[in-house]
């Protein structure tokens, strides 16, 4: 065996660092507490009176050492950690960590940054005094490790730092704020990791740096405890649901890894790779008692590393080995949790060359003990849960604690025991990650230069920088290869295949001009941008029946803008220089005092539109020409503005302006910056919250208000002209919205700041009792807004709502048992080029569609047009061959008249049969106006799982339908979605800006 010089003298450190008296016979350090050292007599008691079953616990965590200088838990919680009745805020766990800080060098506090609501968060290292003196002559090493192109990608040098360095292991708690446990456990677990004298912890304190930001969800923390302290106080009461738990959203916190929107993510991430950690263990709490759902299930992500899949097998594998030791029942790691999304906050490391880990423990959402019943597939034993959970338990905060710092404890012992390898393992990801290129490919994404959306590519580019990409700029045009695309065999009529052409298929070429994005992918973060912009096909076949998030992502259709993946290495040959940051690139051209912003459905247009308040601005119907050059329908003409003035505006929204000498005369119409009245149920605040997110960086002002305010106000028509009601998500169907919680049994639930819930509200909305919903009262508003001229905006399930309260003739929704397109990229169509909703798209616009709904679209009211069986029309069983007239024997024959014909899509214009005395026929300028529809079956899937998608394909995917004198406007697709879907912004961006519009360009039926 070869050592170098350090390996050899670190191997000698060990060595005279072990006690021999403290390895077991299998060669293991024996867990639990050192017989030299005092026990904190007090606290101990405590833990064992709050452990429910004494094989709830470990001997890891069944006592607590004592120190004289370093405060316990119970200096700022009062009691111990997991005892019942006590959920610390925020803040006490950070007032707690720094007086660890200060009470010894072991531990180290750092601010990370705010979240939305201004409120710390913080990470806190813990590990020797020597480790965390050397922490930057540390990290030093760990960085070179991150990025082997500092060492030429150097195997020799790589096992040089790999023998020295110490490893960061980072953990972070209650992303989720109803899952309670974290903070005390981790509060606990810094005072072990710096006080116990036993080998076994010793060992991980001299060998591992421990990273942990006890609270990722700081705003949703604080609400949650309030809830609980409001419940303490009224203890025979129902207490509030946690509607709020960030500012934007609630359990989506933890799917923001893909777009990276939310600060907690951003905050975590920059952490991570500060410090160049090798683990992000994220802890939860929704399975009994611990799923360490590392490994889980498949499909996984075909982006990571196949050393990171033997990594989570490894770790997985012994975390549950060690803990079924301690006789810890329900402790597992494979299960119905699927790796193939990347969204989760612990992937961050996985799309990062580090090990992502996630633990389910069992929580009873705030600190009581309570008795708590399995469902029969819980609590079986099944070949990947040998020892399973109990049906029946007490259950404690306390339990909880003990699983969470058992399960960390011998993780981290574990993975100390391995570190050369991981940090090995570190390095090889890394280098793997820059060798990219000349292995699976692709050399590079390139974003050309000239795309015509330059704000929307930014902020993708954006979403790059964020996950810490590098991205560069080409400093002249060049041209590459494409692959050759294969041609599919068609079949020959007789099922065979048709024989292969005998030249194969020219290789195309594409040319990029100067300044074109470059992603090189012989870096070491290329992974995730390979994973965020390649498609994804999730197979029907797939024996995972039930994806757990989403199945597909691609950003660079979801954002609407040129992506190119590009296998020719020529394309790292370029020069190129670095781009840090995305500086607006925009402005006026020309002289001239009408302004043209050409429309490429970009959403700064309507930012533009609200910030330019005294600018008279008007959309052109059609396409025209002027000063030279085209301009396409829905350009902005912008009057009455200086140049100074728009100059900085459109700079600033990376928009550019055309001075022309004289308006053009095309026909126009006004666009309009709309008062919004935005509203949300007391049912569920997620899906919406992406709304409110996405409007507010945009700059797009509106009244936040729940269904119960909405209905209270006496004339909505006087003070909006646009009601935005985006999508509720759970909880949701019409009866819901409309009756909210049963309010004729139980006890008012408050959303209100008072003394005891002082963080409940924060920025958002506020209301004494939540379970009202809007209310019959609150539907005939609604109607009675519409009918004087409102517009009211819709999204899936508020879509099936306005269609249940009859607000929009002849259009119904339905869904389908046989369909499952399960958070996937569709292809639809724009059918309505001429409608101002569909100004500045192309014919073809991807979308994110979650299972729909259908929508069907009739001219009459009463009747469904369904697809069922075969479609009709064909000819029955008669004389003459298939093509040929039947004839009636003994008659002149006489032509039977056409059947009118309509795609799916189409409102069906009436048979003169049906347009007889009757009422029911809705008058052509009443029908909905289909403005985008699914693609064909065949071109459904973009990207993601489509299975059965032709129950939906065709159909409409927006729908205009005029209601009264105003118009409802329908979204089966979900335009606003994670930070992820910029494309589909604009649909309802222009709906909002043209609301007093939306009959442009509408061509109504003949009959
Ligand atoms: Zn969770």
Redesign the pocket.
């Known amino acids: 065996m070869h050592f170098s010089k350090w390996g050899k003298f670190v191997y000698l450190i060990v060595i005279a660092c072990a006690v021999p008296a403290m390895v077991r016979a299998d060669g293991e350090t024996q867990p639990g507490r050192d017989g030299k050292q005092p026990v904190d007599e007090a606290y101990t008691a405590k833990i064992r009176k709050y452990t429910t079953q004494p094989f709830f616990s470990s001997p890891l965590v069944d006592y607590l050492p004592a120190s004289k200088n370093v405060p316990t838990p119970e200096v700022v919680l009062g009691d111990v950690a997991g005892a019942p009745g006590i959920l610390p805020y925020a803040e006490d766990v950070y007032k707690y960590m720094r007086l660890l800080e200060k009470a010894t060098p072991r531990v180290k506090v750092y601010s990370i940054g705010t979240t939305e609501e201004g409120r710390e968060m913080i990470a806190v290292a813990v590990s020797s005094e020597a480790n965390l003196k050397n922490l930057e002559q540390n990290h030093e090493r760990l960085a070179r490790l991150a990025d082997p192109r500092t060492i030429h990608l150097d195997d020799a040098e790589a096992d040089k730092l790999v023998a020295q360095a110490v490893p960061v292991y980072y953990i972070t708690g209650t992303i989720?704020s109803p899952?309670t446990g974290a903070p005390t456990a981790l509060m606990e677990l810094v005072y072990r990791l710096a006080v116990d004298e036993s080998l076994y912890i010793r060992e991980i304190r001299d060998g591992v740096i421990t990273l942990i930001t006890p609270v990722v969800e700081v705003d949703g923390r604080d609400r949650i405890v309030d809830i609980y302290k409001w419940h303490l106080a009224h203890p025979k009461e129902f207490y509030p649901p946690l509607i709020y738990w960030g500012k934007y959203v609630a359990h989506d916190n933890?799917r923001d890894a893909m777009a990276m929107t939310l600060k907690l993510t951003q905050n975590v991430l920059n952490t991570y790779a500060a410090w160049d950690a090798q683990v992000l263990h994220d802890l939860?709490?929704?399975v009994p008692y611990l799923y360490d759902n590392t490994v889980g299930d498949g499909p996984y992500n075909a982006w990571v590393d196949p050393i990171l899949v033997d990594e989570w097998q490894m770790i997985g594998s012994r975390n549950v080995a060690d803990m079924t030791k301690f006789g810890m029942p329900g402790v597992f790691t494979h299960g119905n949790f699927d790796t193939w999304s990347p969204g989760y906050l612990m992937f961050l490391a996985a799309m990062h060359n580090g090990i992502s880990r996630l633990y389910e423990t069992f929580g009873n959402g705030g600190a009581d003990t309570l008795e708590r019943t399995l469902e029969p597939d819980e609590y079986a034993r099944t070949w990947y849960r040998a020892n399973p959970p109990l049906p029946k338990a007490m259950w404690s905060q306390r339990n909880n604690n003990n699983y969470e710092e058992t399960g960390l404890l011998t993780s981290l012992h574990y993975f100390n025991e391995n570190k050369r390898l991981f940090l090995k393992n570190f390095y090889l990801k890394s280098k793997r990650s820059i060798q990219k290129p000349a292995a699976e490919g692709p050399a590079a994404y390139v974003l050309p230069a000239d795309d015509p959306r330059a704000s929307i590519q930014a902020d993708l580019l954006r979403v790059m920088l964020r996950q810490h990409v590098e991205i560069s700029r080409a400093s002249s045009a060049f041209q590459v290869n494409l692959p050759a695309k294969k041609e599919k065999k068609k079949p020959k009529a007789g099922g065979e295949t048709e024989d292969k052409p005998k030249t194969p298929p020219a290789p195309t070429t594409r040319d990029f001009p100067e300044g074109s994005y470059v992603i090189r992918m012989d870096q070491p973060y290329s992974r995730v941008a390979d994973a965020l912009l390649d498609y994804q096909y999730w197979s029907p076949e797939d024996p995972q029946s039930t994806p757990y998030d989403d199945t597909a992502w691609t950003l660079g259709e979801m954002f609407g803008v040129q992506v190119v993946r590009v296998t020719d290495a020529k394309a790292l040959a370029v020069p190129m220089e670095r781009v840090r940051e995305l500086k607006p690139v925009g402005g006026v051209q020309g002289e001239g005092t009408v302004f043209a912003i050409e429309n490429h459905a970009e959403p700064g247009l309507a930012t533009l539109r609200y910030r330019m308040k005294d600018a008279t601005i008007e959309a052109a119907e059609e396409g025209f020409e002027a000063g030279g050059r085209k301009f396409g329908r829905g350009t902005f003409l912008v009057r009455g503005v200086s140049r100074g003035d728009l100059d900085t505006a459109t700079t600033s929204l990376n928009l550019h302006a055309v001075a022309l000498s004289a308006a053009p005369t095309v026909k126009t119409h006004p666009v309009r910056a709309p008062r919004i009245a935005y509203i949300h149920t007391w049912l569920s605040t997620q899906a919406e919250g992406w709304w409110r997110m996405a409007l507010d960086e945009l700059q797009i002002p509106y009244d936040y208000m729940s269904t119960q305010a909405i209905a209270q106000i006496p004339d909505l028509n006087a003070k909006y002209d646009v009601i935005l009601f985006p999508p509720v998500g759970w909880n949701s169907n019409p009866t819901a919205i409309i009756q909210g919680l049963p309010t004729t049994w139980g006890n008012p639930l408050p959303w209100l700041n008072t003394p005891e819930t002082p963080n409940l509200v924060g920025k958002n909305d506020s209301t004494p009792d939540m379970r009202p919903g809007l209310g019959w009262d609150g539907v005939a508003k609604l109607q009675n807004f519409v009918a004087k001229g409102g517009l009211l905006l819709t999204t899936t399930d508020t879509s099936q709502f306005a269609i249940s309260i009859g607000l929009t003739n002849g259009v119904t929704a339905s869904s389908s048992d046989k369909m499952k397109i399960v958070g996937a990229v569709v292809g639809t169509r724009v059918v309505d080029a001429a409608s101002p909703i569909t100004y500045g798209y192309d014919e073809k616009v991807s979308a994110f569609c979650d299972n729909g709904p259908i929508f069907s679209v009739n001219s009459m009211l009463g009747s469904r047009r369904r697809r069922l069986g075969p479609e009709g029309g064909a000819r029955p069983t008669g004389r003459g061959t298939k093509d040929d007239p039947d004839f009636v024997v003994g008659r002149i024959s006489t032509e039977a008249p056409e059947q009118p014909e309509h795609e799916t899509w189409e409102v069906p214009s009436p048979t003169d049969e049906q347009l007889h005395n009757n009422p029911r026929v809705i008058p052509p300028a009443s029908r909905a106006r289909v403005i985008l529809r699914y693609a064909d079956e065949k071109d459904l899937l973009i990207s993601g799982l489509v299975q059965g998608g032709r129950d939906i394909a065709q159909h409409p995917a927006v729908l205009d339908v005029p209601s009264g004198a105003g118009h409802v406007v329908l979204f089966s697709i979900n335009p606003i979605y994670r930070g992820e879907t910029e494309n589909t912004y604009s649909l309802v961006l222009n709906t909002l800006l043209n609301f007093d519009s939306l009959n442009a360009g509408r061509k109504a039926a003949e009959k």
């Open positions: 989720h899952e933890n939860h709490e929704s």
